[in-house]
């Protein structure tokens, strides 16, 4: 078996909820368990951390959460998690917390978190955990130092956006042409299949799912390959129903050959390739000196550790499969980590790989070897901007070895707020770009005191309503989001002890970079009744075109909304709502429950996302459902239901309304 995440990563959605009175422990523990059973770690993870809240002497309840949080990738809450029990008896718990800080980039507090558990770690394996521990900080080191030298600004690493990319993950990505890509996706029905997207005037396609390819029930067609001569295309098909879920599978390498202008049916390689009992994935052919030679990824006997990278050979005139015994690329490149998805230039006799075993700055890293059969240079690591903290993998060049792809579920300002999905990005030569930022302080009003740990929140605001797309808590008292042209935008700035201050803006009259100071009022200092909304701050923004910096006047339109914190009442009746929106629209409804806590901390975060209302089911009026509201399309809705998943609401789900009237659950 082999935790696929570079290969798959399906959201798995539930649409089960629970109404009625409070869940016990036992009752979050036991629907952890059975969400876990059937693959659905974002689910598990909330529950397990839901039971922990109620019975938090039970450790062993959040470490399974931090277990669940890790394998979705989703690092800041792994690594909150395992720190409620990095000093407690759980496997090799403290590693699992350094290295979801490292890959969170938090780089002072994960070498730090590594050097004390490597301090305190006294297995009988104390010195390959010590080597572990050390090429880890070697890893932080060269990722801070890479952060503080100057990027090299000829290259340029972008998102290829939502044409391309989906919620889903998207992965190995085929450079058929300079304008052509083909990869794979579980966009559909969470089951991957080779898709293709085309180049036309600068921009992709919107991407459709490519055609005379076979079809398997219960498997996953992923990670292809074409000859140069294109007469045959090589894939692997994985186990689609493994424990419900695609992180954990077996995957077998099969070939089609050119049949005309179709192909034939799947080929399974022989079996010494596809080993009994061993994943093997991954491929990547070439042709050279009258050789066909394929590089593909296995966790067979005889390699150094994990999965590792191999390769067989055949004669290019041979119509067969008749390949030679995989050999092993040898310990150069392979390590007692792991080695994934090869890709081999020819022209350069480079090999370009991602591994998380040689010294990385993130999880897998991408680096690139000289040689060719067991010969190879010292693998180099490909820096920044194509490495990140996160996971880095699916290095492939297009034809003319200019620019490429790869593979990351890094965050990508305003159009991927998350790491847990894979997208595909394109890099080569940077353009000469008029980037957008918004940027300012924020300062206390009325006084030079310093304000520090604050909660800045970005919003795009479509059809009057909010959209989170990012969210960060700021140490310092400074603030810089990316932003995109023709856009209406807000942002929402809150401290404890501060009324809350909204600052709008828009891209759409002036697609320049906006500067705007925003002034925080103590809550104390307020007057009782709240300040009405303005159209213009008292603080006008200003907008400055990089480079060079300058003030130049502009109409950006400015909101400043200061709300006094009510006083906490009593009880806490279901609010009514009122409905006005006209036509069809969708809710995020998060919970259905007895009586609602306006001010109960699991609304914290997630609120954020929208606005939180309340309604009484017709059929037992002391139910009353929490709901975000509202979303005018349905992909707007998933967004803000999977982002609500990961705050703690694992049974949120859709409900569609039209004209105030509600629908019903709506099913993807």
């Known amino acids: 078996m082999f935790r696929l995440l570079p290969l798959l990563f399906p959201l798995l959605l539930s649409y089960s909820f629970a109404i009625g009175q409070d869940v016990s422990w036992k009752k979050h523990k036991k629907s952890a368990e059975q969400f876990y059973k059937d693959g659905k770690y974002t689910e598990a993870a909330s529950h397990f951390e ?52 490292k890959q969170d980039g938090q780089y002072e507090a994960a070498k730090q978190a590594f050097r004390d558990f490597s301090y305190d770690y006294e297995g009988t394996d104390k010195t ?30 972008k998102h290829l956006g939502e044409q391309v990319n989906s919620l889903q993950t998207e992965i190995a990505p085929i450079a058929f042409a300079e304008d052509l890509l083909y990869f794979s996706s579980t966009r559909k029905n969470d089951k991957a299949f080779l898709y293709r997207s085309q180049k036309q005037r600068g921009t992709w396609s919107k991407a459709v799912a490519a055609e005379n390819l ?102 290019i005139n ?26 081999y230039d020819t022209a350069a006799g480079l090999l370009y790989f991602s591994s998380n075993g040689h010294i990385s700055i993130g999880g897998w890293d991408v680096l690139k070897a000289k040689g060719e059969g067991r010969t190879w240079d010292i693998p180099e690591n490909m820096g920044m901007p194509i490495n990140s903290s996160a996971d880095d993998f699916y290095y492939t060049l ?117 500067q705007q100071d925003i002034y925080l009022n103590k809550a104390s200092s307020q007057p009782s009744t709240p300040i009405a909304q303005t159209t213009q701050s008292s603080f006008p923004a200003r907008t400055t075109p990089p480079p060079p910096p300058r003030v130049v006047k502009t109409n950006v339109n400015t909101t400043v909304v200061n709300k006094p914190l009510p006083k906490p009442p009593t009880s806490y009746p279901p609010n009514k709502v009122v409905t006005t929106n006209q036509g069809t629209y969708y809710k995020v409804q998060l919970i259905a429950i007895n009586y609602y806590n306006a001010q109960s901390p699991r609304y914290k975060d997630v609120k954020f996302l929208g606005a939180i209302e309340t309604e009484s089911v017709p059929q037992n009026p002391k139910i009353v459902r929490v709901l975000l509201s509202s979303f005018t399309t349905k992909q707007e809705a998933i967004s803000m239901m999977q982002q609500a998943r990961g705050f703690g609401f694992a049974d949120a789900f859709m409900v569609k309304y039209q004209n105030g009237k509600r629908l019903g659950m709506v099913y993807q």
């Open 214 to 315: 076979p079809n398997i029930p219960e498997k996953h067609l992923a990670n292809g390959t074409f000859t140069p001569d294109s007469k045959r295309f090589y894939f692997t098909l994985c186990d689609a129903n493994s424990n419900g879920s695609g992180l954990v599978s077996i995957c077998e390498i099969y070939v089609l050959k050119r049949l005309g202008s179709g192909w034939s049916d799947p080929i399974r390689m022989r079996d010494y390739i596809n080993e009994e009992g061993s994943t093997t994935t991954h491929p990547f052919v070439i042709h050279q000196a009258g050789q066909e030679i394929l590089y593909f990824v296995s966790n067979r006997k005889g390699g150094k550790g994990g999965m590792d990278i191999w390769m067989t050979t055949r004669a």
């Open 50 to 101: 839901k039971a922990w809240e109620k019975k938090p002497d039970n450790k062993d309840l959040i470490y399974q959460a931090g277990e669940c949080y890790a394998l979705i990738k989703d690092y800041k809450k792994a690594s909150s998690a395992y720190q409620q029990v990095k000093d407690d008896e759980f496997s090799l718990v403290g590693l699992k917390y350094a290295r979801a800080l």
């Open 398 to 514: 297009k034809p003319s070895r200019k620019s490429g792809f790869l593979v990351s579920n890094r965050q990508a300002g305003p159009e991927k707020v998350t790491t847990i999905h894979e997208d595909i990005f394109e890099f080569g030569k940077a353009l000469k770009r008029h980037d957008l930022y918004v940027s300012g302080e924020i300062m206390e009003k009325g006084s030079t005191a310093d304000i520090q740990h604050l909660n800045i929140a970005l919003y795009q605001i479509v059809n009057g309503k909010e959209r989170l797309l990012q969210r960060k808590k700021s140490k310092a008292n400074t603030y810089r989001f990316p932003i995109l042209s023709q856009r209406n935008y807000r942002i929402a700035v809150e401290k404890e002890g501060y009324l809350k201050s909204t600052f709008d803006f828009n891209t759409i009259q002036n697609s320049q970079s906006i």
């Open 128 to 157: 390959l955990i010590n080597q572990l521990v050390s090429t880890e900080i070697k890893g932080i080191e060269l990722g801070m130092r890479l952060a503080n030298e100057k990027t090299d600004n000829t290259l340029e690493v």
């Open 318 to 343: 041979s119509d067969d499969i008749d390949f030679t015994y995989p050999v092993n690329l040898g310990k150069q490149i392979n390590t007692i980590g792991d080695e994934v998805t090869p890709f």
